[in-house]
C-alpha cells in the first residue's frame, strides 16, 4: 500500500497529464464503498477505478458520485470463459451487453463519467457493446500476454472521432525482461505498443473516411 | 493490513474452533486470484472469503481449488435495489438463481466448498436459493442495522438437518454504543442475537418436525 501510494505520488508530480486509473474491481456495499472511494480518489488520488456491476448503481453511488472521476465497469472481461455469466441471455441480448446500456445510461451515467471494461480477446463483443455506448470510454485489457490483437480492437472499439478507447497492456510490459534491463525492455515494449496504436489509429480512421 | 493479520492471529490463537471469514468481496482475473488466494488464506489464514460471480468459475480457480476454504459467491445481496441485475430475467428464472445454481453445480462446487450470499432483505428469495441449493452454507447478511428479520431468515434458510445459515451482523454490533462500554455493549449485541438464532432454529425446526 505504501509502494502504490508513493507510486501514484510520484506519477501526479512528474507527469500530471496521466491519469492514473487503479484496476481494483471494486464492488461492494453503498457504505463499503464509500470508504473504497475516499481510498482510492482521496488518498492514492487516482483518477480513475474498475467496479463490479452486480449490486447494482445505488451501491455504486460513492464512484459514480465523483464527477471528476471516471468509473469502469467491467462488462466482457478479457479472461477465458468469461461467457460463463456474461453471455447469459437476458432479454433477447447477452448479460454484458445489457450492463453495458445500463452503465450508458442517464442514472449510471448520470454524471457522464462511466466507462466500460471490455476485453481485447473478443473484439466482435467490443464492437457490439460500442453500438450501444457510443460515447463511453472503454477500457480494453488483454492486448500482449492475453493474446488480444490491436487491429479489431480499434476498428471495432474507436468512436466517431477516433477516440475513446484506453489499451492496457500489462504483463507484456513489466514483464518484457526478467534481466538486468527490464526497465529499459519494459520502456521498449511500452513505446512499441504505443507506436502500434497510433499507426492502427491513423489507418482505421483512413478507411472509415474511405466509406 | 497489520491490524487485520494481528486480529486473525489473535483469533486462531483464543478461538480455533471460530472459522474467520473475509468479506473481501473479491473477483479478478485468474492470476490476480491467486495472489489474493495467498493473501486472503496464507498470510491472514481466513478460513473464507467472499467472491464476485461475474468472471466465471474458471478465473475463480484459485479460490475453488483450495478444498479446506470456503468461498462464498455473491448470489443475492442485501443491499437496497440490488433487484437492478440480480433479478434479471435468464433462461426463464432471475440471475441471482442462475448464479445460485452454477455455484451449487459440478463445476464450481468440484471440491463442495462452494457457499452462496444471500441477504436477509429479501427472505423469500432466500427460501428459492434454498430450494435450488439444498446442501450450501448460506452467508446472510442484513440482520440488525440493515433491517433484516430472524424468522423468515430461519424458516427460508434452515436446511434439511436445521444447519446451513451463516447469519452475520456486522452494525449492529460493532456500533452498539459508541461510549466508553463500547465492548460491553457489542458482547451483548452479539449474545442477544446468538440466543435469538438458536431460540428461533428450535421453533423452526419443531414446526418443521409437525407438518
Redesign the interface.
Known amino acids: 500500500?505504501e509502494a502504490l501510494k508513493r507510486t501514484c505520488a510520484w506519477l501526479h508530480a512528474h507527469y500530471p497529464e496521466i491519469p492514473i486509473l487503479l484496476d481494483a474491481?471494486?464492488?461492494?456495499?453503498?457504505n463499503t464503498n464509500e470508504a473504497y472511494a475516499r481510498a482510492i480518489f482521496d488518498y492514492y488520488e487516482a483518477d480513475a477505478v474498475t467496479v463490479?456491476?452486480?449490486?447494482?448503481?445505488?451501491?455504486l453511488a460513492p464512484f459514480l458520485d465523483r464527477p471528476a472521476k471516471t468509473s469502469f465497469v467491467?462488462c466482457r472481461?478479457?479472461?477465458?470463459?468469461?461467457?460463463?455469466?456474461?453471455e447469459?441471455?437476458?432479454?433477447g441480448g447477452p448479460?454484458y451487453l445489457?450492463?453495458a446500456r445500463?452503465a450508458a445510461g442517464p442514472e449510471w451515467n448520470r454524471h457522464g463519467n462511466v466507462g466500460l471494461v471490455t476485453g481485447a480477446t473478443y473484439p466482435t463483443d467490443l464492437g457490439r457493446i460500442r453500438a450501444v455506448a457510443p460515447n463511453l470510454p472503454l477500457l480494453v485489457p488483454g492486448i500482449g500476454a492475453q493474446g488480444g490483437e490491436l487491429e479489431p480492437v480499434l476498428n471495432y472499439g474507436l468512436d466517431a472521432t477516433g477516440e475513446g478507447i484506453i489499451i492496457s497492456a500489462s504483463r507484456s510490459i513489466i514483464y518484457a525482461s526478467s534481466g538486468p534491463d527490464f526497465a529499459e525492455a519494459a520502456r521498449r515494449e511500452a513505446a512499441h505498443l504505443a507506436q502500434a496504436m497510433q499507426q492502427g489509429q491513423q489507418e482505421v480512421m483512413e478507411k472509415r473516411r474511405k466509406f
Chains 1, 2 share one sequence.
Open positions: 500500500m474491481k471494486r464492488g461492494d456495499m453503498e463490479h456491476p452486480y449490486l447494482g448503481a445505488k451501491a467491467l472481461t478479457s479472461n477465458p470463459d468469461s461467457a460463463e455469466l456474461q447469459l441471455e437476458v432479454a448479460l445489457k450492463i445500463l
